[in-house]
């Protein structure tokens, strides 16, 4: 038998060498995030282990699981740990070592393995660590199969099998960049500014982007998991300061950064200026809708409202749907729905064939920007930037918010703003055109100025974002309307930045 876990053990004491320790709340709605130490010790992660492994028996998927870990200092324990109770649960794992996890879901198709569990915290500060998990490629768990796990998990209900296996793949990322570099060269030389923040990516960006004949100039992608310079999240602004500062410096034509786990991208044009992914998927959508007429898409509903109002991908016919943020939303939408890729805002990006596998990978979404820049020949970056009708956007803001609150706070604001709606209040000044309460709310008035408040799925935090079509101040009197609303609830806590 194995312990049922406890919430919480104090540090340095025999009870927390020998029980184990998981926090509730770092079950998260589509993969799983705890601070290691003082969230969950190693023994807790056995125990997710062995929690997997019954649930993926319940699920009735074959018992073959493919991992890997991130590139932090305690990453490859964790993982041993998680391997320990995949296997005690009678999972025969295939470990592919120090990955992207782009290339755990690859691995999932390339070694023909139904399940996945790549430990990562992605772009979540230093301390934190996580399990991304899915047991039906390519897709990854939902809200159903988290809250069974974490039922599983926190029960102690852990059907320890035997019988398990562990076998380390010799050299997988080499197969991984094979695979998707195997592809026609690049035939307009770009000079890329490849950024890593010093984390995973690193280790295999630059070779990849040199292999489909990009100039590659390396930012900080030499591996540090202390991550000296800045955290390697491509909506974090010190990365992309140090992308705009890089283009500047060495006259490249575009910076492409990575995030912690690769699973993302983010862009900055040749004039230094970020781009935030949901214009970068707009720039996309517009090029693959012209090669396939009537071209369906996701974008998130943190996404600018171009995806629905663009002239050009009205005059293809494109389609786009908006729904929920997040990877495993995402990724199962675009799938449910037949959709040829996805575009989530924090850089997730999803492609359906002929260009992808269906789940999101910071590589293959930065050889989509390249491959658009190939198709326009003397168009820069920023042309096609500009190209774009004007709108004003913030970047995504993360009040703090306990994730015990943050869930019941969203409810309350979008009971707040359909009320509003029903009485015909206003909001910034003017009616509610539009409510979207798939994913938190989403608030747009008679101009098109729009406006977004969801939890967070994998911090404590609460999630804002505003757009205007008109103005920088339309766009700012939105925020203070949101503001406003979230200033009543006293557990809303300061933004990690503002406009």
Same mark, same amino acid.
């Given at each position: 038998?194995?312990?049922?876990?406890?919430?919480?053990?104090?540090?340095?004491?025999?009870?927390?060498?020998?029980?184990?320790?998981?926090?509730?709340?770092?079950?998260?709605?589509?993969?799983?995030?705890?601070?290691?130490?003082?969230?969950?010790?190693?023994?807790? /992660?056995? *125990?997710?282990?062995?929690?997997? #492994?019954?649930?993926?028996?319940?699920? &009735? !998927?074959?018992?073959? =699981?493919?991992? $890997?870990?991130?590139?932090?200092?305690?990453?490859?324990?964790?993982?041993?740990?998680?391997?320990?109770?995949?296997?005690?649960?009678?999972?025969?794992?295939?470990?592919?070592?120090?990955?992207?996890?782009?290339?755990?879901?690859?691995?999932?198709?390339?070694?023909?393995?139904?399940?996945?569990?790549? /430990?990562? *915290?992605?772009?979540?500060?230093? #301390?934190?660590?996580?399990?991304?998990? &899915? !047991?039906?490629?390519? =897709?990854?768990? $939902?809200?159903?199969?988290?809250?069974?796990?974490?039922?599983?998990?926190?029960?102690?209900?852990?059907?320890?099998?035997?019988?398990g296996g562990y076998q380390f793949i010799e050299n997988f990322p080499a197969r991984y960049i094979a695979d998707i570099t195997d592809r026609p060269k690049l035939?307009?030389?770009?000079?890329? /500014?490849? *950024?890593?923040?010093?984390?995973?990516?690193?280790?295999?960006?630059?070779?990849?982007?040199?292999?489909?004949?990009?100039?590659?100039?390396?930012?900080?992608?030499?591996?540090?998991?202390?991550?000296?310079?800045?955290?390697?999240?491509?909506?974090?602004?010190?990365?992309?300061?140090?992308?705009?500062?890089?283009?500047?410096?060495?006259?490249?034509?575009?910076?492409?950064?990575?995030?912690?786990?690769?699973?993302?991208?983010? /862009?900055?044009?040749?004039?230094?200026?970020?781009?935030?992914?949901?214009?970068?998927?707009?720039?996309?959508?517009?090029?693959?809708?012209?090669?396939?007429?009537?071209?369906?898409?996701?974008?998130?509903?943190?996404?600018?409202?171009?995806?629905?109002?663009?002239?050009?991908?009205?005059?293809?016919?494109?389609?786009?749907?908006?729904?929920?943020?997040?990877?495993?939303?995402?990724?199962?939408?675009?799938?449910?729905?037949?959709?040829?890729?996805?575009?989530?805002?924090?850089?997730?990006?999803?492609?359906?064939?002929?260009?992808?596998?269906?789940?999101?990978?910071?590589?293959?979404?930065?050889?989509?920007?390249?491959?658009?820049?190939?198709r326009n020949p003397g168009k820069s970056m920023a042309d096609l930037k500009n190209a774009l009708p004007k709108t004003w956007s913030s970047p995504t803001m993360s009040p703090h918010c306990p994730d015990e609150t943050k869930y019941a706070i969203v409810e309350e604001v979008v009971k707040h703003?359909?009320?509003?709606?029903?009485?015909?209040?206003?909001?910034?000044?003017?009616?509610?055109?539009?409510?979207?309460?798939?994913?938190?709310?989403?608030?747009?008035?008679?101009?098109?100025?729009?406006?977004?408040?969801?939890?967070?799925?994998?911090?404590?935090?609460?999630?804002?974002?505003?757009?205007?079509?008109?103005?920088?101040?339309?766009?700012?009197?939105?925020?203070?309307?949101?503001?406003?609303?979230?200033?009543?609830?006293?557990?809303?806590?300061?933004?990690?930045?503002?406009?």
């Amino acid at each position: 038998m194995f312990p049922k876990p406890k919430p919480s053990l104090k540090p340095n004491t025999y009870a927390y060498e020998s029980e184990p320790m998981v926090k509730p709340t770092g079950f998260r709605e589509y993969d799983a995030r705890w601070l290691f130490g003082s969230e969950i010790n190693l023994m807790g /992660v056995q *125990a997710l282990g062995l929690g997997l #492994g019954t649930l993926i028996g319940e699920l &009735g !998927a074959k018992p073959e =699981l493919v991992t $890997g870990h991130d590139f932090r200092s305690y990453s490859a324990s964790i993982k041993m740990a998680l391997v320990d109770g995949l296997i005690a649960a009678g999972c025969t794992v295939r470990d592919i070592g120090l990955a992207l996890t782009p290339m755990a879901y690859f691995a999932q198709f390339a070694l023909d393995i139904p399940c996945v569990a790549m /430990v990562t *915290a992605s772009h979540n500060d230093n #301390g934190w660590t996580g399990v991304k998990m &899915g !047991a039906n490629r390519p =897709l990854t768990f $939902g809200p159903e199969e988290m809250i069974r796990l974490k039922d599983i998990v926190l029960d102690g209900r852990f059907k320890a099998k035997g019988g398990g296996g562990y076998q380390f793949i010799e050299n997988f990322p080499a197969r991984y960049i094979a695979d998707i570099t195997d592809r026609p060269k690049l035939r307009r030389r770009l000079k890329v /500014v490849c *950024a890593c923040g010093n984390g995973t990516a690193g280790a295999f960006a630059p070779q990849a982007l040199q292999k489909i004949g990009c100039e590659v100039v390396p930012l900080d992608c030499e591996l540090d998991h202390t991550f000296p310079k800045y955290n390697p999240n491509t909506e974090d602004l010190k990365m992309l300061h140090a992308m705009r500062d890089a283009v500047l410096e060495s006259g490249a034509d575009i910076a492409l950064g990575f995030d912690g786990d690769g699973d993302r991208c983010g /862009v900055v044009d040749n004039e230094g200026e970020e781009i935030f992914a949901d214009k970068v998927g707009v720039m996309l959508a517009r090029d693959i809708s012209a090669k396939h007429k009537d071209a369906l898409f996701v974008a998130d509903v943190k996404s600018t409202g171009l995806f629905a109002t663009d002239p050009m991908l009205i005059a293809n016919g494109a389609k786009t749907d908006y729904w929920k943020t997040g990877h495993s939303y995402m990724k199962r939408r675009v799938n449910e729905i037949g959709a040829i890729a996805g575009f989530e805002k924090s850089g997730h990006f999803f492609f359906n064939p002929p260009f992808g596998r269906g789940y999101d990978d910071g590589l293959n979404f930065a050889f989509a920007v390249c491959d658009m820049l190939d198709r326009n020949p003397g168009k820069s970056m920023a042309d096609l930037k500009n190209a774009l009708p004007k709108t004003w956007s913030s970047p995504t803001m993360s009040p703090h918010c306990p994730d015990e609150t943050k869930y019941a706070i969203v409810e309350e604001v979008v009971k707040h703003f359909e009320t509003e709606k029903k009485k015909g209040g206003k909001v910034a000044g003017q009616a509610i055109r539009n409510l979207v309460t798939v994913n938190g709310v989403r608030v747009t008035v008679e101009d098109g100025t729009w406006g977004l408040v969801r939890a967070s799925s994998n911090k404590p935090e609460l999630v804002v974002v505003v757009e205007s079509p008109v103005s920088q101040a339309r766009m700012r009197e939105m925020f203070r309307a949101l503001d406003a609303v979230l200033r009543t609830h006293k557990e809303v806590g300061e933004y990690n930045q503002t406009i």
